[in-house]
C-alpha cells in the first residue's frame, strides 16, 4: 500500500544511475595502484604546471621537480574534491527538492561521508596506497559543495517553472 503512493520520477532514476556510474568511477580510480596513480596525476600536473608557472622550461631540474611535487599534492587533492563534488550532486538532485537543514540533506551528506569513507578503506588494500581520514574529510567538504550546488540549480529550475505557469495561467 504505501509504495502506491510514492511517485517515481523518471530523473530521479536517471539521476541514481549517474550516482551510481560516479561511485564506480571513484572505486576504479582508487583501484590503481601507486604508480598507476602518480602516472595519471603527473601527466595533469605537469600540463598545469607548464601552462600557468612561468618559465617553468627554463628553471634548473631541481627547482622544477619542488614546483612539480607542490603541484601535484594539489592536483590530487582537487582531484578528490572535484569527483566527490559531483558525488554529491548527483546524490543530492537523486533525492529531490529538499530544505538544506532537513534530514534528507543529511542523508545525502552522510551518504557521501560513508563512501568516502569506505573508498579510504579500499586504498589500503591496493599497494602502494594508503588510506587517509584527510582525503575523507576533503571528499566530504567536496560532497557539501555539490549538494548545496544541486540545491540552488533545484531552487532557480522551480522558481523559473513556477514563474511561467503563472504567466500561463494570467494569460
Given at each position: 500500500?504505501?509504495?502506491?503512493?510514492i511517485r517515481?520520477?523518471?530523473?530521479?532514476?536517471?539521476?541514481?544511475l549517474?550516482t551510481?556510474?560516479?561511485?564506480?568511477?571513484?572505486?576504479?580510480?582508487?583501484?590503481?595502484?601507486?604508480n598507476?596513480?602518480?602516472?595519471?596525476?603527473?601527466r595533469?600536473?605537469k600540463?598545469a604546471?607548464?601552462?600557468?608557472v612561468?618559465d617553468?622550461?627554463?628553471?634548473?631540474p631541481?627547482?622544477?621537480?619542488?614546483?612539480?611535487d607542490?603541484?601535484e599534492?594539489?592536483?590530487?587533492?582537487?582531484a578528490?574534491?572535484?569527483i566527490?563534488?559531483?558525488?554529491?550532486?548527483?546524490?543530492?538532485?537523486?533525492?529531490?527538492?529538499r530544505?538544506?537543514f532537513?534530514k534528507?540533506s543529511?542523508?545525502?551528506?552522510?551518504?557521501?561521508?560513508?563512501?568516502?569513507?569506505?573508498?579510504e578503506?579500499?586504498q589500503?588494500?591496493?599497494?602502494?596506497?594508503?588510506g587517509m581520514?584527510?582525503?575523507?574529510?576533503i571528499?566530504?567538504?567536496?560532497?557539501?559543495?555539490?549538494?548545496?550546488?544541486?540545491?540552488?540549480?533545484?531552487?532557480?529550475?522551480?522558481?523559473?517553472?513556477?514563474?511561467?505557469?503563472?504567466?500561463?495561467?494570467?494569460?
Amino acid at each position: 500500500m504505501i509504495f502506491s503512493t510514492i511517485r517515481i520520477y523518471p530523473a530521479r532514476i536517471v539521476f541514481a544511475l549517474l550516482t551510481i556510474a560516479c561511485m564506480v568511477c571513484i572505486f576504479c580510480f582508487s583501484m590503481d595502484n601507486a604508480n598507476k596513480s602518480s602516472d595519471k596525476s603527473g601527466r595533469v600536473t605537469k600540463t598545469a604546471v607548464q601552462t600557468f608557472v612561468k618559465d617553468y622550461n627554463k628553471m634548473p631540474p631541481s627547482k622544477q621537480m619542488s614546483v612539480m611535487d607542490k603541484a601535484e599534492h594539489i592536483v590530487r587533492k582537487l582531484a578528490h574534491y572535484s569527483i566527490y563534488t559531483m558525488l554529491g550532486f548527483l546524490a543530492s538532485l537523486t533525492v529531490g527538492r529538499r530544505r538544506l537543514f532537513s534530514k534528507k540533506s543529511l542523508g545525502v551528506l552522510l551518504f557521501c561521508f560513508l563512501y568516502a569513507c569506505s573508498d579510504e578503506i579500499h586504498q589500503i588494500f591496493v599497494p602502494g596506497r594508503a588510506g587517509m581520514f584527510t582525503d575523507v574529510l576533503i571528499d566530504t567538504s567536496g560532497a557539501l559543495t555539490g549538494m548545496l550546488i544541486s540545491m540552488a540549480v533545484m531552487w532557480l529550475y522551480f522558481r523559473i517553472k513556477s514563474r511561467r505557469e503563472a504567466k500561463r495561467a494570467a494569460a
